[in-house]
């Protein structure tokens, strides 16, 4: 008899998720807690791991395919769950013996069961002796492997490669299968260098798709269709639903931020901070928190169904960032209450994270304000659009040697430009204008914090 098991709720209101890759097969023993699948939400890449220890019946979707929450995801054979008739000494059929529970584990947010036994080993482990190498065919079939070794490959047990979400997503992309390339690098991490070298030697057309021949025109068209899934359809979403449900006003501030350069490039000198990352984006996230504490209008959220504008008395501080699955919004807790020194970890540590694909569904929610810096692209300003339940958002234009009046005489001087944008049934005209000019100040003269403390 199988067990199904269906897809959790996976935190934060999401409805679905499309299955990355599946890193068990059918026919394969499940330890408890192993690492059944990577999903993607609309907001995060998550590893599904097993509520159950026995064998894989079926898979009931397959990679790529969408599954609602609820709906079946796998298939187990339980060991117990139904225990064959004894003939007893009488040469009677005895009852059936109680069958024990399966050993099941904590589902969302999930997390080892109490007596749950240890989990397979992360590092692949190579057979010994003098036996011939062979392929774990029950892995391989479990992922992607459009490109076949060239040449033997030695058996790979445990449950799965070492790499990191966005390794997994490029092999995925050219049809390389991380079983094959961890046998090949050993016991370290799969980079993304090991899966462009397996690729080139295997097949460098696949390696190098720019080289390939153009395909052939359809109909006398070229065209690419790529589906509107995870994070780019959940971001599309969001901002339809902002742009035409708050009504969006921005307005611009340049300002000279000569002196906050300096003072950054002072504190990189210091070899007590020689372990933290400081920059701009750092001093603006700490002017925006010191801002908001004047200006309280901009953390704020419009509350259509109670009829309220709800005031937050903290700031969750949300930084845009530029990922492989797309754009996404991870948040600082509570980053008011963080030094120059706090912020500047919590932001390093949030950029690290949503470039690893590891940002979770519950970091991406929950924002009260929102930074995106355009200056890393070379921008110098932009309208950009609120996150659906925040009231601003400031856009970081690029800092640029400009001529500038300084002190009556024209020098060339560090200017940069701020775009702020601010839902106006929460915000007015006046108080936008005393926010950016807050942090326009404190931008311009860093000194100013001390008075706004």
Known sequence: MSTDFRLPDLGEGLTEAEIVQWLVAPGETVALNQTL?????????????????????????????????????????????????????????????????????????????????????????????????????????AAPHDVLPTGPVETVQGERPRSTPPVRAHAKRLGVDLVLVAAEVGDRPITRADVDAYAERVSPAVAHPEKAAAPAAVDGERETRIPIRGVRKHTAEAMVASAFTAPHVTCFHTVDVTETMELIASLREDRALSGHRIGPLVVIAKAVCLALGRTPGLNARWDAE????????????????????????????????????????????????????????????????????????????????????????????????????????????????????????????????????????????????????
């Open 306 to 453: 109670a009829g309220e504008i709800v005031q937050h008395h903290y700031v969750d501080l949300g930084i845009a960032a530029a990922t492989e699955r797309g754009l996404i919004v991870p948040n600082i807790r509570d980053a008011d209450r963080m030094s120059l020194i706090g912020l500047a970890d919590a932001l390093t540590a949030l950029t690290e994270t949503a470039r690893s694909g590891r940002t979770s569904p519950s970091d991406l929610a929950g924002g009260t304000f929102s930074i995106t810096n355009i200056g890393v692209f070379g921008i110098d300003a932009g309208t950009p659009i609120l996150p659906p339940g925040q009231s601003g958002i400031l856009a970081v234009g690029a800092v640029r040697p400009q001529p500038w009046v300084h002190r009556g005489e024209l020098a060339v001087r560090q200017v940069m430009t701020l775009s702020l944008s601010f839902d106006h049934r929460v915000v007015d005209g006046a108080e936008g204008a005393r926010f950016l000019k807050d942090v326009a100040d404190i931008l311009q003269q860093p000194g100013r914090a001390i008075l706004m403390a």
């Open 37 to 141: 699948a990577e999903v993607e939400t609309a907001k995060a890449i998550v590893e599904l791991p097993s509520p159950y220890e026995g064998v894989v019946a079926a898979l009931h979707a397959g990679a790529g395919d969408t599954v609602a929450v609820g709906a079946p995801l796998i298939a187990f054979d339980l060991e117990g769950e139904e225990t064959p008739e004894t003939p007893s000494d009488e040469g009677t059929a005895a009852a059936p013996a109680a069958a024990e529970p399966a050993t099941q584990a904590n589902l969302v947010g999930y997390g080892a069961a109490p007596t749950s036994g240890s989990r397979p080993a992360r590092r692949a482990r190579r057979s010994g002796g003098t036996e011939t190498p062979s392929v774990d065919t029950a892995v391989l079939e």
